[in-house]
């Protein structure tokens, strides 16, 4: 099942964080994983903070995420990148969501 790598940081080093770009993003496609959004324009709709950068890229499998993320290749890499900024990274196994979630006390079938 499709899992995502998520981060949430703030770059205190715009120029080093530039130059591991595309170190970090020929790591990612070896293991087949796809930048998915990253580096756009963020509207907030709810909560705080307000982030600064938030980059989804998307691997196959679980294994494939993690085995990226473990690798030489991106540990080097992620020197650099923890360097220049600091924040919040994590993985998120994708599951469907269906869209008849039963609610307790409801039945969906009837109106």
């Given at each position: 099942?499709?899992?995502?790598?998520?981060?949430?940081?703030?770059?205190?080093?715009p120029?080093?964080?530039?130059?591991?770009?595309?170190?970090?993003?020929?790591?990612?496609?070896?293991?087949?994983?796809?930048?998915?959004?990253?580096?756009?324009?963020?509207d907030?709709?709810?909560?705080?903070?307000?982030?600064?950068?938030?980059?989804?890229?998307?691997?196959?499998?679980?294994?494939?995420?993690?085995?990226?993320?473990?690798?030489?290749?991106?540990?080097?890499?992620?020197?650099?990148?923890?360097?220049?900024?600091?924040?919040?990274?994590?993985l998120?196994?994708?599951?469907?969501?269906?869209?008849?979630?039963?609610?307790?006390?409801?039945?969906?079938?009837?109106?």
């Amino acid at each position: 099942m499709p899992t995502y790598i998520v981060g949430d940081i703030h770059i205190s080093d715009p120029a080093s964080y530039q130059a591991h770009l595309p170190r970090a993003l020929a790591t990612i496609a070896r293991f087949g994983g796809r930048v998915v959004a990253g580096g756009g324009k963020i509207d907030l709709l709810e909560g705080d903070p307000m982030p600064e950068r938030v980059f989804i890229i998307e691997f196959p499998t679980a294994d494939a995420a993690r085995r990226w993320y473990q690798s030489d290749d991106y540990q080097e890499a992620l020197k650099t990148r923890l360097s220049a900024s600091h924040g919040r990274v994590f993985l998120i196994e994708g599951n469907e969501i269906s869209g008849a979630v039963p609610v307790a006390g409801l039945d969906a079938g009837k109106h």
